[in-house]
């Protein structure tokens, strides 16, 4: 696998022979992965087998805590986010996340949206409150707070509060972004409504997605990663994975004899 | 299952609910204790005192008659010297506290910080009057003055409001910092914009906790040779010319509350003992206030915060 940028282009970021070490325990080994500019990829696999891990090194969120090392490189178009002199603030502020509980901030609704922009330096109230309401209608909840928009986050159901994070990294306009099973903490009607947002959002945005839940892979996703014990087993259309998978490990899994 | 063998279960779920009913009457007893006898202090506190409270006491400066001396005097020196104290050992306070909680790499030192300042956080203060009495006023030369006792007991306070401020952060969940993060910010704007309002309710309670300490503290002031009697209030703070404002006040001589009523019970007249009564009204209801307002804030940002 080559990291040169110059082969990268149909992709918006790709991965290169990353490893990844808490402490002396590898979880990651060798993963190389190319995700596609506006489309959906699912990272799946049993737990423990380095998923979440592999996602939240594309916003280098590693870094806030010691004890961990990691190698390879992750490019996003041309620059690779895992080089020592890149600031993980840039990188961040290019490829926003949703987690996944819904994380608001405890402010109002309002201003969970128009603090991403202020500290981008937009400082002028009308252009924030017309950005707002961008990532409100972005998010599809647009119609539902637009009479208590400076109520408190709180106030609002889990399936909101998570709308709302997904308004929040949408307002910035990031290049990506990462969603870390954004739904497991949902009942099934919000999780249809974050689901139909996600297929919305691809239009302008590339995902990559953390699910447990593998037939939201298949609802939702382009192309889907099947992780094993810190590898990617296969990586395919999330079609060929599901119904056609060359290796058996991912056979077994996706029809749910293993994970 | 058998009759016989249900018996011996109820039975047995008998025998441990007596122990809930025997632990009960102990832990109520053991409440009835404590709570009895803090009534019954204050009880004598109010009936001593109430007869000298009105508002001249409130108003008036110490003199040598009994009937005729009041609290002036004190409670200004109380208010200066809790003002100062706060104005010193808040920043401090909470800076060391973030710093601890949010900057400081965990290792060993930064847990021997940790030991120590918990550890300080209970050394007696009299040995922090000890303290004040070589290095503000021998070595630094600040006198038995306002600022001699404000620093005093902002060392007396600090530990208090570095340790609560480090719990409150510490209970802020990481998935806030995380957010925070993931938007771009620093890890100032995650701390300053983030973690300190949500973390406000805590570090607040902490600040009002510790001057609740510092306000009943008479040992360590009167370590530092504070006066018994004096009859002169401060400087004012605001002059007839410019600048207008002036600190000299803090160079003045002071007493506070527990000063005073120290002075008042040492005293062989009973008249006297009757306005240490009334002042020790004065000061238990200020440090109820002050609890009371630790409670308030407490709840009232718990109600606005919910994870």
Redesign the interface.
Known sequence: MTSNPEQTKNFKAEVSNFDFFYGPKQALKGVNLQVEDRKITALIGPSGCGKTTLLRAF?R?HD?Y?GNHYTGEIWLESLNILGKNVDP?EV??RI??V?Q?P?????SIYENIA??LR??GITKTNVINEKVEKALRGAALWEEVKDRRHD?A?SLSGGQQQRL?IA??LA?EPEMILFDEPTSALDPISTISIEELMKELKKQVTILIVTHNMQQATRISDYTAFMYLGEIIEFDRTEVIFKNAANKQTRDYVSGQFG | MAIENIQVLRASIKKRKLWDQVFVVIAFISLFFGFAILMGLMTQLFLQGATRLNWSFLTSPPSPRAEEAGILVASVGTATVMLVTMVLAVPIGISSGIYLQEYA??GWLSDVIEINVANLAGVPSIVYGLLALGLFKQQLQLGESIITAALTLSLLILPVVIVTTREALKAI?Q????????????RW?MVW??VL??SAGGILTGIIVGLSRAIGEAAPLITIGALTFITSLPDSPIKGEFPFISFSWLKSDFTVLPIQMFDWVSRPQPAFQLNAGAAGIVLVLLTVIMNGAAIYLRIYFRN???W
């Open positions: 916003n969120m806030l010691p603030i961040r502020m926003g996340m987690f509980k994380n608001p901030f405890p402010k603090y991403g500290i981008r408190m709180f994070c929040r990294a910035t | 790499k965990k969940p998935t806030l910092r995380e957010g925070a993060y993931a938007i771009g910010t620093s704007q914009d983030h309002p949500a606005r915060i919910k």
